[in-house]
């Protein structure tokens, strides 16, 4: 098969693939699972033959649209080396997730409509990293954003689950008038739809101005400061599909934008991302400590995690840990998704909330594998050595490192690696300190657990496979040097040797990090805190407050004054009235009572309220005129 | 072609209407209406294969001598019964026809004297297609007027409780715009020389012969240089002729030369304005719009349904038509204020429809907010934004009805529309659910839905326009947050969560064969036109390039 037939087939493969779920939805009741999962099982082997056949080259097809005066909108697509490999981490984990599912949600009467979601929201997703040409690139933002709306309110009649969908869309939306508004900026600046074509040239980066507004779109989707509230409540959503599009891909499609951006746009817009996401990995890492429901936790973990990769500004050191933080966040989501499954099924415990960290400790004699697992994935997250997360995180740093030295700007990278150091530290403390509350210990809830009694594949395979992959050896099979790297090679991924103080740094963060853990083990917060809840209810309280005052403004003043001026009108025809019954009248009597009496009867003969006879006048003078016209 | 298809197109109904008032048939009236609105969707796309896109104006004209009024000394008046179709008209009347049919099927609501019901509607069908294939201005005036009528009657006899309040304040509002436009008629038209007509007067031509670029021009030369007798000149109000500003005699105050001012204003800026605000009333713009939320809340809900499908885009389509044809000048030194009433408009009007507990007032306001785009598209004077207005008359034309549609389909089964009066209906009413997503989704803008592909090309021409500040265009770009917010919270309210009536003895059963068909039929086309937006864009492409070209810059 020649290249482009199979690129455009596998963009258009997860659109029929959901067509297909909702035409068969009533006739595979029980098969629909392993229908689903082969469906994107077919879809990830065709990328991966399609990726092998590319060989590392880009492969861009330009299809005509419509056009529009002098602008020609073409339908273009191209898989750039980093979009292969971030359509490689869609694939797989949107894979395992489905798989994932198939066990999880096993007694829910609604699948189908689950599955027509994930592959809805695969179809978005896979379009918006091959789009090239910008407004294809927004359709999708859009609509993995509305997938993810119709996902979180997948269990619809849970009141917060439903406005936790409503908070998630409406804060994408005000960050996507940005990336509109942006987008808009880029096609004027460059003179061009296409990402591709965008060079600076003669032209020069893109000003801060159109930097800032694109910004703003991704810090809505990538949930970055200060539009990163609606992150922790989206975790109402089923755990799989969290795993999926809050915390693997759609969430680091902000990342994505930046990475497309980097080229062509200045180091004042890099730095203005940088900051971002140092605030946002900070503040996020500390977010993830005052959590006790587990997935709360982890989403403000996906917080800081992207902004750490905000802090790689878009260069491949983003690239690079976006995707091994996608492996190691689905992993960690899976996981925590089959802590929950197993707590939840337990006799015991169906009156308690099964994310709570209170019911949890010591869970690792029940669940050696999952916590085997989960250990992983919080190596990786630490960037421990032998993890994939050791190359990543000491990438970024050395990215940072090596732009001080020669930057006029070098003391606000200073500070970033100030603030990647404390967050860092930070991430340590948060991790560990999960893994040592939910698998070690003893269990706090006093709850007579039972051994998982049943070898679940479905639950077990995506965990384990997602683990082997969070390990060392698929990046490097030097553990602590990535420079003879086949992988990143493929992919045209560079990497930056970190200085040796930094792993000095590196190390006393574990260290202290885990230390931390250790000293902090007995104390659970008591509730999920929220960042920024005082702040952004009540702007969004101030929204309706001003409609019921602008629709006040439209009853009170406007309609009234229209309506008090044909008042007027009929005041005044009271008064002309008047006037007439006793000044015109009264020197008229005789005569005009008399004609206005016959008039009066002839008149009325044509007011008689009946329809058809004003319709049959309002007919004949019509029929009238097109006589006239037609003789 | 020997048949005069556009003539048939307006005489199909307004026969149709007259068999419905005489005939007395109680039942069968309706399967009457629906033939023969059946039969003009036919026509219409009998009509539609034989369009010749090549052709850059109109085509299929008909033109028939109605009125001559020798006027003495200040020459004749000549009116004409002049159709003509381009893409602009096509697309208008396309929409017409179908959401009327839509219309039609949906009336089983109404039980009392359908004869008279039945007939108004087709009336009132003929009276809008007219107006969308008239040239002649003082026809277009006819049946815009003529629109007037049934509609009163149609609100004023099958509304709701407060009809008479709703039904005299829509005939008010209307006639004051219809006042406005009048006078403009009046005005421009003893101003102008037709000098086609003028010519054919003279005896410089003959009937049917071609009339080129060059016989105008000697003509128009000859009107300025006065060398052709007073009485022998000839006015009209072919909306060409009235286009052209080399037709104004130069004694007239509305001639660019003219030093008459009023209030600091040109006459012709006057003029412009008073057709402008004409016709903004029936867009309708802020803050004009008061009639619309009323006349919707009364109205039965194919009334409704035709009233923000099609009757809102007379407004628009008497800017493109007239307003800024005529006063190409003045309407491009009058941009700004146009793209700040647009954007006001979409503020606004959101704002409004997050305050609303009734779902057919917030739909109403909605309109409100997305005609607003249509005025921030055209006040852009590019041709994305023109092309993105003309292709959100027709977006919206598809989604006002199908939300209107969506809206009925409960008051019938309740008679309630209060939006806390309901809750999670989406357990009871699945397929319903599942196109009122759709609707919802399609109506904020969602891109692969037609709703999207509207705003987006009005706001593109608007932060590309020269001719406005861009702030507006970014004002406008907050309605789309906006219009999320009241839509997506409607949403959350009447169809998710638990489920929760207010009357606990309503019956809510899903939805039936024919709503399912006039629904889903709305629903795919929005979907169709929002992936492929060229089989609209395709249309109105040629009327907007060639005026864009002419407008002087």
Redesign the interface.
């Known amino acids: 098969m020649g290249l482009t037939p199979l690129f455009i087939g596998l963009l258009l493969f997860p659109w029929i693939s959901a067509m297909l779920i909702a035409a068969f939805s009533k006739i595979l009741t029980r098969l629909l699972s392993s229908f689903s999962i082969l469906l994107s099982f077919i879809q990830f082997i065709g990328l991966i033959y399609f990726i092998y056949q590319l060989q590392g080259n880009p492969h861009a097809i330009h299809l005509p649209?419509?056009?529009?005066?002098?602008?020609v909108f073409r339908a273009s697509f191209e898989a750039s080396s980093s979009s292969q490999i971030v359509a490689i981490l869609v694939a797989t984990v949107a894979f395992f997730v489905q798989l994932f599912s198939s066990s999880y949600l096993k007694d829910e009467p609604h699948l189908a409509r689950y599955y027509l979601y994930l592959h809805l929201f695969a179809a978005a997703m896979y379009a918006l990293l091959f789009a090239d040409q910008i407004?294809i690139f927004?359709?999708?933002w859009?609509?993995v954003g509305?997938c993810s709306?119709l996902l979180i309110?997948f269990w619809?009649?849970k009141?917060v689950a439903?406005?936790a969908?409503?908070k998630a869309?409406?804060l994408n939306?005000?960050g996507?008038?940005g990336l509109?508004?942006g987008l808009?900026g880029l096609s004027?600046h460059f003179d061009t739809m296409e990402f591709s074509s965008m060079q600076i040239g003669s032209v020069g980066p893109a000003p801060i101005a159109i930097g800032l507004a694109l910004l703003a779109g991704a810090i809505g989707k990538s949930a970055q400061f200060p539009l990163m509230s609606w992150l922790p409540d989206a975790m109402e959503g089923p755990t799989p599909a969290s795993a999926l599009i809050h915390a693997a891909t759609m969430v680091a499609a902000g990342v994505y934008l930046g990475i497309k951006i980097y080229p062509f746009t200045g180091e004042d817009t890099h730095l203005f991302m940088a900051v971002v996401g140092a605030i946002s990995l900070v503040s996020g890492a500390i977010f993830a400590l005052f959590q006790h429901d587990i997935k709360k936790a982890l989403a403000y973990s996906t917080i800081s995690q992207l902004g750490l990769m905000w802090m790689g500004m878009g260069s491949d050191a983003s690239l690079l840990h976006l995707v091994v933080h996608g492996i190691f966040k689905a992993g960690l989501f899976l996981a925590a998704g089959s802590v929950i499954h197993y707590l939840h099924h337990q006799k015991s415990s169906h009156h308690l909330d099964a994310q709570s960290l209170n019911q949890m400790g010591g869970l690792r004699k029940q669940l050696p594998w999952t916590a085997l697992g989960y250990g992983v994935f919080a190596a990786s997250l630490m960037g421990l050595p032998f993890t994939n997360g050791f190359f990543s995180k000491e990438n970024l740093a050395g990215f940072l490192w090596e732009n001080a030295q020669n930057s006029p700007f070098y003391p606000i990278y200073w500070t970033l690696l100030a603030c990647l150091a404390i967050g860092m530290l930070l991430s340590n403390w948060y991790i560990s300190r999960q893994f040592y509350l939910i698998f070690m210990g003893e269990n706090r809830a006093k709850l007579a657990l039972e051994k998982s009694s049943k070898w679940d594949l479905s639950q077990h395979i995506p965990v384990k496979i997602l683990a082997l992959l969070s390990l060392f050896f698929w990046t490097s099979w030097n553990p602590i040097h990535t420079q003879e790297s086949s992988i990143l090679n493929w992919f045209q991924i560079k990497t930056i040797e970190v200085p040796s103080f930094w792993l000095i740094i590196t190390a006393i963060s574990w260290v202290l990090g885990l230390s931390l853990t250790w000293f902090s083990r007995h104390w659970i917060p008591t509730k999920n805190y929220q960042f920024l809840t005082a702040f952004w209810p009540s702007i969004f309280q101030f929204?309706?407050w001003?409609?019921?005052w602008?629709?006040r403004i439209?009853i009170l003043i406007?309609?009234k004054f229209?309506v008090w001026l044909?008042q007027l009108q009929v005041v005044t025809g009271h008064i002309i009235a008047w006037m007439d019954q006793s000044l015109v009248d009264g020197l008229l009597v005789g005569f005009s009572t008399k004609m206005s009496q016959v008039s009066g009867q002839f008149l009325s003969k044509w007011q008689s309220g009946k329809?058809?006879q004003?319709?049959?006048l309002?007919?004949l003078t019509?029929g009238l005129?097109?006589l006239?016209?037609?003789m | 072609m020997g048949l005069p298809l556009l003539s048939c197109i307006i005489l199909l109904p307004?026969i149709g209407?007259?068999v419905a008032?005489v005939v007395k048939w109680e039942n069968g009236i309706k399967y009457w209406a629906t033939g023969i609105s059946a039969i003009q969707l036919l026509t219409l796309i009998y009509a539609g294969t034989k369009f010749d896109h090549s052709a850059t104006s109109f085509q299929w004209n008909e033109e028939?001598n109605?009125?001559q009024l020798p006027l003495g000394s200040l020459g004749e008046f000549v009116i004409k019964?002049s159709l003509g179709l381009d893409g602009l008209s096509f697309l208008l009347i396309a929409l017409t026809g179908f959401i009327s049919f839509l219309a039609i099927i949906n009336s089983h609501s109404i039980q009392e004297?359908k004869?008279?019901y039945f007939?108004?509607l087709l009336?009132l069908n003929a009276a809008l297609m007219g107006c969308f294939l008239s040239r002649d201005l003082f026809l277009f005036y006819?049946f815009f007027e003529?629109m007037l009528?049934p509609m009163y009657?149609l609100i004023g006899?099958w509304g709701g409780p407060r009809k008479n309040y709703a039904s005299i304040k829509f005939f008010?509002y209307t006639l004051i715009g219809s006042l406005f436009i009048l006078i403009v008629m009046l005005g421009i038209s003893l101003a102008y020389i037709d000098p086609y007509e003028t010519a054919k007067h003279l005896g410089l031509i003959q009937e049917g012969q071609n009339f080129d670029l060059e016989a105008l021009k000697n003509i128009q030369t000859a009107i300025a240089n006065k060398e052709i007798a007073n009485f022998d000149l000839v006015h009209s109000f072919d909306m060409q002729a009235l286009s052209d500003v080399n037709n104004c005699q130069t004694t007239s105050i509305l001639h660019p030369n003219s030093g008459w001012l009023l209030n600091g204003l040109s006459a012709r800026m006057w003029g412009f304005w008073l057709l402008f605000i004409g016709f903004a009333i029936k867009l309708p713009m802020v803050?004009l719009h008061?009639w619309l939320p009323d006349a919707h809340v009364e109205a039965p809900t194919p009334i409704s349904v035709i009233l923000a499908g099609v009757l809102l885009k007379i407004g628009a389509y008497g800017w493109l038509r007239t307003a800024i044809p005529f006063f190409p000048k003045e309407a491009l030194e009058s941009a700004n204020i146009m793209a700040a009433l647009g954007a006001i408009s979409i503020i606004?009007g959101a704002?409004?429809?997050?305050?609303?507990s009734d779902l057919k007032k917030l739909v109403a306001y909605s309109s409100v907010s997305h005609m607003g785009f249509v005025l921030l598209g055209i006040a852009s004077f590019?041709?994305?934004g023109w092309?993105g207005a003309i292709y959100q008359l027709v977006s919206h034309g598809i989604l006002s009805s199908l939300l209107f549609l969506v809206v009925g389909v409960l008051y019938e089964r309740t008679h309630d529309r209060q939006i806390d009066h309901y809750a999670?209906i989406?357990?009871l009413m699945p397929r319903f659910t599942l196109i009122s997503g759709i609707a919802i989704?399609a109506s904020l803008g969602?891109?692969?839905f037609s709703g999207?592909i509207g705003e987006?090309?009005s706001?593109?021409g608007a932060?590309?326009s020269p001719y406005i500040h861009p702030a507006w265009a970014?004002l406008g770009?907050?309605g789309?947050?906006?219009s999320?917010?009241y839509f997506?919270?409607t949403f959350?309210k009447v169809?998710?969560?638990?489920?929760n009536l207010f009357n606990t003895a309503w019956k809510l059963p899903d939805l039936n064969r024919l709503e399912i068909f006039s629904l889903f039929s709305l629903g795919i086309l929005s979907i169709l036109f929002g992936i492929?937006?060229?089989l609209i864009?395709?249309w109105s492409?040629y009327f907007?390039?060639n005026f864009?070209t002419t407008l002087p810059y």
């Open positions: 649209w419509f056009s529009l005066g002098d602008s407004w927004y359709a999708s859009e609509m509305a709306y309110s619809y009649q009141e439903i406005k969908a409503k869309f409406l939306r005000f996507d008038i509109l508004i808009i004027i929204i309706p001003k409609a019921r602008t629709h439209d406007l309609d229209l044909a329809v058809q004003y319709w049959i309002v007919f019509f005129f097109l006239y016209v037609w | 307004l209407s007259l008032a028939l109605w009125i019964y004297k004869g008279a007939s108004l009336l006819v003529f009528l009657f006899i008010l803050p008061t606004y704002y409004n429809a997050l305050a609303m590019q041709a994305e092309q999670g989406a357990s989704f969602l891109p692969g999207f987006f090309f706001l593109l932060f590309t970014v770009a907050f789309i947050l906006l999320a917010g997506l919270w959350q169809y998710l969560g638990k489920t492929l937006p060229q864009l395709d492409k907007v390039s864009l």
